[in-house]
């Protein structure tokens, strides 16, 4: 459906077809492996200077609550397994 603007499926604003050209290696093909290892390893360090790290009572608040909850799923596994055994037992002989 086409109107005085243009059509429903492709808006004035974008053409259908561009004409650019697109560089093959762009700004990463004028650096070489090593300095783009470099590069990726500094940026590496720059992201986790922004990560807010726990304090130590944090940290060990944490830990407490993963293990016991461990501990939690380990017993239920656990009684659910011996439970179907002994159904499976009891029904198959």
């Not at 243009?6 to 990463?28: C, L, Q, Y």
């Not at 390893?41 to 304090?55: C, M």
């Amino acid at each position: 459906m086409t109107d005085a603007v243009g059509s429903i499926d492709m808006p004035d604003a974008e053409a259908p077809e561009s004409n650019k050209k697109t560089r093959k290696g762009g700004k990463r093909g004028k650096k070489g492996p090593l300095r783009r290892l470099a590069t990726f390893y500094r940026q590496i360090v720059a992201e986790l200077r922004k990560v807010v790290w726990p304090t130590r009572n944090q940290l060990t608040t944490y830990t407490t609550v993963v293990i016991v909850f461990v501990v939690i799923m380990i017993a239920l596994v656990t009684l659910i397994d011996y439970g179907l055994d002994h159904a499976a037992k009891y029904v198959f002989g």
